[in-house]
Every structure is written in C-alpha cells, then in structure tokens.
C-alpha cells in the first residue's frame, strides 16, 4: 500500500486549502484513512479519518467546524481533507494515513492504529 499526499502550501489566515491523498497498491480489504500533523517542536497530532463506508468521520478538537474529511472510492481510493478558516496554528506537516478495517463504521485516530502512512505535505499559515 502506497499513500501519496498532495495539496499544501502557503496560506493567509483565514484561507482555505485542500489535501488530498491517493492510496494505491492492494486496496482490500477496505482502508481506514485519515490525517495527522506535526508542527516543528510539537509531537504528532491526529486531525481527522473516516470509515472506508464513507459514513463515520471523527476530528480533533482543533479540526471541528473548520476541516472536514470526505473520500472517493469510485475510481480511485482518494481521500481528501478541505481546511477552512485556517489559523497560523495549524502550520505543520499533514501525513496521510491508513489502515485496514472490517467494519464499514469503524474509525481509528490513535497514530499506533494505522498501519501505513504516507509522506507528509506542509501547510503554512501566515498570519
């Protein structure tokens, strides 16, 4: 399983952005995928993952209201996280993640859940 992030950059306060994250490779059984952050001298963060059914989503506190997680599986397993009203503190390092599930609801958002991450992409926020 491969996952290949994309969608950082630079950003005022207040902007938006959109991450994506592809995952190719063996795709069954279904993935758990979701998203967690590094800011420079901070530990790593859970942000937000969703069910591989697409039905279930859970966010940090710092995420609800402003990011919201979605995925499409119809052609490609993608799953995308829009960042609204972004803040300089959410400046870091955005790394996809996944894992395999078996129930369609189940999501995960402890970082020793997920079996495979991704190369992270890097969100500033400047003020």
């Known amino acids: 399983v491969q996952l290949q992030a994309s969608g950082g950059g630079l950003v005022q306060a207040g902007g938006s952005l959109r991450l994506s994250c592809a995952l190719s490779g063996r795709t069954e059984p279904h993935y758990v995928m979701g998203w967690f952050r590094q800011a420079p001298g901070n530990e790593r963060e859970f942000v937000a993952s969703?069910?591989?059914?697409?039905?279930?989503?859970?966010y940090a506190d710092p995420a609800k209201g402003r990011f919201t997680i979605s995925r499409d599986d119809a052609k490609h397993h993608t799953a995308y996280l829009q960042m609204n009203s972004l803040k300089p503190d959410d400046t870091a390092v955005y790394s996809c993640?996944?894992?395999?599930?078996?129930?369609?609801?189940?999501?995960?958002?402890?970082?020793?859940?997920?079996?495979?991450w991704g190369q992270g992409t890097q969100v500033t926020v400047s003020s």
């Open positions: 993640v996944a894992s395999p599930a078996i129930a369609s609801t189940v999501v995960f958002y402890e970082a020793r859940w997920f079996q495979h």
């Open positions: 969703i069910s591989w059914s697409g039905t279930t989503t859970k």
